[in-house]
């Protein structure tokens, strides 16, 4: 097919240049749309024409897809979602599907959903509304292209990077311009941004397209109903703005593209960071455009600071009123209380001072895409991750899993932050020093990648080797509670493994309580599957009753309590019985206790048993704990679609944390007694350490 569009290539005799670049005559500067494979160019492309810079996504077997948000704003690039025999939903070239698949996929051209002909004039002409540019570089050009940029920074798309994976990424994009032509779209090839426009001249096509040939050349022809449109239809322009080096004011209401870098934003004097946020190894049709704003201490391996959050949809206000980003990101007085209201609209960001007299300002500071390469400390936390479990992210072997487990044991009986018990060992309450900094997470029901998102981003890893941060997990780390997987006690054997690799590299910064999941009891059960009987199963069969009777011996030796002068935590709930501190040190040797703090649930409407206020209180007052210090549990998530719940039954600092939802992972920062609920997005970060070399 390669060969065949080459023969069908000529240069386009009728042209025009827009900012440097030759273009069709005819072409009308809004109806373009560039596509082609990785390393094509097309990014540098619409930035020299200025066209819109954020990246639109079109998956051709969609119903109407040339309806598509994405195609509102041009010229733009996009990148095509395509069908293969054999592979039931659309993707891209570079989706794992196509370069994992063990033989070269076929398209499917069947699935691809053509517009249809306009009938009457005020019927959109949705075939001749865009005209597709084709990007199509020589294959060798593009390997050198991406061989270079992989140098500046990790891009997993170039993984396994071959002049062979090239040549049948342009083939396949080589095919869909035939098909798009003959089927009656407006198409033509660029070879390279240098190099003249090409028209596909198919067999039997003598006369030149209406579309390509000068106004004055066009005989009989309204060029579409969209003239017409724009004509009795005017709309109000847009106040857009492109963020350059050079720092600029924001006097009034703005827009800014979602263009994959990021910028700096200043509120008087104080710096914020915002990146957009980039999961690896996802879809791109499943990727939301969302944001992060850091403080810049963010980036300190000293002491590890919060971010914030901002969805598609979501607005917010950034001031010294709102207490949360103003502890977050430690606003001074000369910032107003109400500065600037930021709304992101489809990944685009919409700036809106609301203080007059106020400055407020913007930069670039990267001028480079970060939307398909790995930020370098991530990166070096990918493969910190990996040396650290020493290879990759898998069941352990039985040896090596059973030295493991026994030495991990041991660091926990003898954990120097737990206060002794009776017979002088490590006891149920773990005293966390104030001199490092809590992340809090909840229960993770064996979704692995959920704590490895939260180990390799916001620079976690880096401080616990520096000794500045702790990890405490609230339990319940195993078990998944995933319909189709309660059986399935693989991940739950990893995470175990992968939690005690931590705790043996940082016996002084990971810590592990347990919860009621932590055993092997076989009424332990969720919608009927005996979950701690299967993993006793499955532990006995690729482990052994050593290992078994190893593992349950740490189980019975982890801690119940984390506290510190800040916060204090457990898995389920504070006790209700009658009991003193020595009790609770002594913990081990009290199953009505353990019952309580790893059972028990919060009372509730339809759960009048559970624990209150007072309960809160009473245990606060028996760890002698000042008052207003945040009180953190996870095992009762309120309803199936939130991760984080605060003041929770009406109880001032109360605190939930879950942390096992596929959709991705949520943790909580403790900076004094401020909590900051950091949320991830779900990536497949196992595959992504498993990858790396």
Known sequence: MQKILKKLLQPIEHTQTIRGVTLPDGLEFLQLIVTGPPGAGKTYYINQIRGWPNEGFIDLTTKKWWKNQSLIYRPREVHLGLPFEGIKEAITVFDKEWLEADQLLVLDFDRIKIPPDSRSLFSSDWKHKYVFEFMLPDPKTVLKRRQDRHHEGYFPIDDDLSLEMVNNQTAVYREVALYLHRAGMQVYVREDIGKPPMRIVDTNEKSMPAWLLPQYKRTGIIDSSGSWKRYFFKRKAINWLSITEKQEEIHTPCRLAHDGKTFELRLEDQLLHFH???????????????????????CSVKNIVGFSRLRDGQSIVLGRESLLYSKLFDFDKNVANRHLQVTNRNGDLILTPLEQGKRVSIIRTDDQDIRERIEAHRYEALLSMREIYGGPIQMLEPMPALQLVEKATQIIANDSYALKNSKNRAGGIVQIPENLTPVIVGDLHAQVDNLLKIL???YLL?????????LIILGDAVHSEVADEMEDMESSIVMMDLILKLKTMFPDNIFYLRGNHDSFNPELSKNGVPQGLLMRRQLLETRGDEYLLALNRLYDTLPYIAKSASFYACHAAPPMMKTTYQDLIDI????????????RRVQRQHHLQ????????????????????????GHTPLDPFGSYWRDVGGIKNHHIIYSGHQEGAEALLLDGTQVIPLEFPAEPVTKLIDRIR
């Not at 880096?462 to 702790?470: G, I, P, V």
């Not at 559970?610 to 549990?633: M, Q």
Request: proline residues 7%; hydrophobic residues 35%.
């Open 462 to 470: 880096e401080c616990l080797y520096a000794n500045t941060a702790c």
């Open 610 to 633: 559970g624990y209150n206020k007072k309960d809160v209180k009473r245990f606060r007052k028996i760890l002698d704990l000042p008052k207003g210090i945040p009180f953190i549990v």
């Open 588 to 599: 081990h040797d009290r199953s009505d206790l353990i019952n309580d703090i790893t059972t």
């Open 456 to 458: 390799t981003e916001n």
């Open 276 to 298: 957009p946020e980039i999961p690896l190894g996802v879809k791109k049709k499943h990727i939301g455009k969302n944001w992060l704003i850091f403080s810049p201490l963010s």
